[in-house]
């Protein structure tokens, strides 16, 4: 049990670290969370838990990254159904109590190593210190802040854990109970693999000291590991699906690099000044580049020192602290990545950081020589102490106002990885967002001249072209975007979305059945489709779409309704009136405000919209509703205000997006009142 001096330390540190994050827990989702939560539709409905141990399918709409990780989408779904849909406050709730555990179990594991080498009342402060720097550094702000990457945090607390419990309870070694957390940890992402290497090192470095055979004691003990984790990645391997793409051009070129990466991690552990969500570094091309040479030179470096400080008992920790970070390392070194880094990946290695500073400082500065420390140095101590962990706060309250919106995130992207195309065109849609077409277009443009051959880049040159009436330009792109990506749903999806608001309807649902064919789970093709079957009174093809979605998603109430509609097929709007009035839901009267738009009776429209409002305020669909109805009336501020709106509350809401930039362009055409 923590003595109450040592509980009341660790509570004020848990505070610290709420007080740090306190300004993130309303930000918006962004990047991999669109595909993975809020366009997944198996997390809404969570009598699908068992199917996502069974089916990697669910992990997201994306083909390309549907990975195998039912922990994650577990826990997406839990937290879907703890907020009664996509409020970010729930997800980053549940990832932040995640996170403060993972920070106690990490500050119980440190102190028991410490211990084993010179076992001291003041180990407690500097277990507490290392783990305070590791919580409050800015770098795990980049996984804590990125809801879908809770995948990082949840592995990296399972092999603390487990090792923490191989550690505290030797009675659980026989059984392997100590193994649960690091199973777990393997069900949300493959870096947990490492667990094996890293309790051969521990055990090799800590408690076999006195035996002959240390290596052939540790590999014993490392044993059941190993072939529970080889177990688990054999899982992985017969689980994720053949669609699933790693996504590096070059795997020679990708690990020739990772030496270097190593290096600017390691270096962003103590200097956190060059974070960004989306870096633009490239794979070398050669091993024999400057650059690469000097990450060969500090891996070689890094393995010295941590094999010479294995020859003392006393600096052990900090070798055990350094191999944790080369082994964390190791997963998304040899195996091929999209990005040649990503910051997220600092935060598994960045443990073993933590606990290898942490003892390095208390050995140079607080254990000098056999006296103990004075107080005046104590206080110093304490003092320089305080400095690093506020600096660090600071440094993550900071990056937090950097993940708060898309455009925030995208736009600091593009100050600190300038050449990364794909994050112009990310900061390039957010202005789309809010009407800047013409700016949205020139950082399209930009983004061409680092990746020339991105398939959702031409999308959005498409989309951006169209808003702007430039029609050949955009069919151009759309038809080049397929070419680059025939079997990509998302492609097929807006060409067949723009075809049919340029009323070429035969076209667009030819795409749009392509689309809904290639990609099942991603349902926007499906939605359109409903919507033009209906505008065209064909009631049985509209039956046939709702019942597709309806068993992808059971509860979706876009598809009750539509289906609805098909089963009266004449009276809808009347049959909607008495439906809002006899069961006055906020999805009831946004129904109601769609037929009222589709009969051109634009003022009942947004009163039926408002009216769902009153039921459920942050209905970014209602506010889409009263955009288009004012949108019809030539209305463009009031069309753009609502449209904002709703992108206020849904960031990545097309419809919303595309009725903005109408508005705007009309508005912009009209010239002054």
Known sequence: ????????????????????????????????????????????????????????????????????????????????????????????????????????????????????????????????????????????????????????????????????AYVAWPALRRSGWYLVPVVLALLAKPPALVFPFILFVYVFLFEEDGRRDRIGAAWKAAIPSFVVTAALMLLHAAMTPRTYIGGAASAFHYRITQPFV???????????????????????????????????????????????????????????????????????????????????????????????????LALGLLYRGEAPASPARKRALVAGALCVLIACGWGVHRRNIVWHSEESLWFDVTKKSPHNGRGLMNYGLTQMSNGAIVTALDYFTRATAYTPNYGILEINLGIASGSLNRDREAESHFRRAIELAPGDAQAHFYYGRWLWGKRRSGEALGELRTAAALNPPYLDPRYLLMQVYAEQHAWSAVTEVANQVLSITPGDANAAAYLNRARTGKDELGEAVQDALSHPTAEAYLQLSLLYHQAGKYRECIAAAQQALRLKPNYAEAYNNIAAAYEAMSLWDQAITAAQQALRIKPDFPLARNNLAWSVEQKRKAGPP
């Not at 702000?141 to 090792?163: F, K």
């Open 1 to 164: 049990m923590l003595q109450r001096n040592t509980a009341f330390l660790l509570a004020l540190t848990l505070l610290l670290v709420l007080l740090a994050y306190s300004n993130h827990f309303n930000n918006s989702f962004h990047f991999d969370d669109f595909h993975a939560v809020t366009d997944n539709p198996w997390i809404r409905d969570l009598g699908n838990i068992p199917r996502f141990f069974q089916d990697a399918t669910t992990m997201s709409t994306l083909p390309s990254n549907r990975a195998y990780r039912p922990l994650v989408t577990t826990s997406l779904a839990v937290d879907y159904w703890l907020g009664d849909g996509l409020k970010p406050f729930f997800f980053h709730l549940s990832t932040f109590c995640w996170y403060l555990l993972q920070i106690v179990v990490m500050f119980l594991l440190f102190r028991k190593v410490f211990d084993r080498v010179r076992p001291g009342s003041l180990n407690v402060y500097v277990a507490l210190f290392g783990a305070a720097w590791y919580g409050l550094h800015p770098a795990n702000a980049e996984t804590v802040n990125y809801i879908v990457q809770r995948a990082d945090l949840y592995s990296t607390l399972g092999v603390v854990a487990g090792l923490f």
């Open 262 to 360: 190593a290096l600017r991690y390691f270096g962003e552990f103590f200097l956190p000044l060059w974070l960004s969500a989306d870096t633009d570094r490239q794979a070398f091309s050669s091993p024999w580049s400057g650059d690469a040479l000097i990450g060969f030179g500090f891996a070689i470096v890094l393995v010295v020192a941590a094999v010479l400080l294995t020859r003392r008992r006393e600096t052990r920790p900090i070798a055990f602290g350094l191999l944790w970070f080369l082994f964390a390392l190791l997963p998304t070194s040899l195996f091929p990545l999209a990005e040649v880094e990503n910051d997220h990946r600092m935060f598994f290695p960045f443990v073993g950081l933590a606990m290898s500073v942490s003892w390095s």
